[in-house]
């Protein structure tokens, strides 16, 4: 089947610095699609969602960009800090809210 | 409220032996899920119900797994005999149309 993947495994930022962490997805069915984050020793935790009408959203201090034509989500975090180190995963749904995940980067954000 | 509550925490049992994982989802959800994370395969589902019915269990492993939802505030997943395989993070999440909702997970370790 087709399947959620994440360009890069590990992104190390420094503190106050912009951090994007993007993904790649292959269901071209797929119209909705979520950021989850995921601290150690505790479950996935939503951040911020998108549907495939739209190409742009913001919340506070993220901010997702969805790019249907070449299949591509990216997450943005701005003045990252020590707290938004995690796991991050995007996952994608096909009118659902039964997520597909891909395997996550893991964010690093040295002081 | 409390969020989706699970346990144990951590289980750490011998390989043959029953495992049993609990999940209490946020009240007035209807849907419920149960996952699995290890780091060669990510997060994956096992099973979901919706108004405490089973509609998709193709992600079970095998027949030494099932889950139950005898109720809308209770449900467990079970392994008989339990494989050092079987060793991973499970997670639960329950959601009323809308991102999932996870619990902490259980963190089962099988010798």
């Known amino acids: 089947g087709e399947s959620v993947g994440l360009h890069l495994p590990t992104l190390s930022v420094q503190e106050g610095d912009n951090s994007i962490i993007n993904c790649a997805y292959s269901n071209s069915a797929s119209d909705y699609f979520i950021w989850y984050k995921q601290e150690s020793g505790k479950g996935p935790q939503f951040i911020i969602d998108i549907r495939s009408n739209m190409d742009k959203r913001q919340g506070q201090r993220v901010t997702v960009l969805l790019n249907k034509t070449v299949k591509h989500l990216s997450l943005q975090i701005a003045a990252t800090q020590p707290g938004d180190s995690a796991v991050y995963f995007c996952?994608?749904?096909?009118?659902?809210?039964?997520?597909?995940f891909g395997r996550g980067t893991s964010l690093i954000v040295h002081p | 409220d409390a969020g989706v509550i699970q346990s144990p925490r951590h289980e750490v049992t011998e390989m043959g032996q029953e495992v049993t994982l609990r999940c209490k989802p946020i009240?007035?959800?209807?849907?419920l899920f149960w996952y699995r994370q290890t780091m060669m395969r990510g997060l994956e589902l096992l099973i979901y119900?919706?108004?405490?019915?089973?509609?998709?269990d193709s992600g079970m492993p095998e027949d030494r797994f099932s889950a139950k939802m005898p109720n809308a505030s209770f449900s467990t997943l079970k392994i008989q005999p339990s494989e050092p395989r079987d060793s991973a993070v499970y997670f639960c999440?329950?959601?009323?149309?809308?991102?999932?909702?996870f619990g902490n997970g259980t963190r089962l370790t099988v010798t």
């Open positions: 119900f919706n108004n405490n019915v089973p509609i998709d």
């Open positions: 996952a994608e749904n096909v009118g659902s809210y039964i997520p597909t």
């Open positions: 009240s007035g959800h209807n849907s």
């Open positions: 999440a329950s959601s009323e149309n809308s991102p999932l909702h």
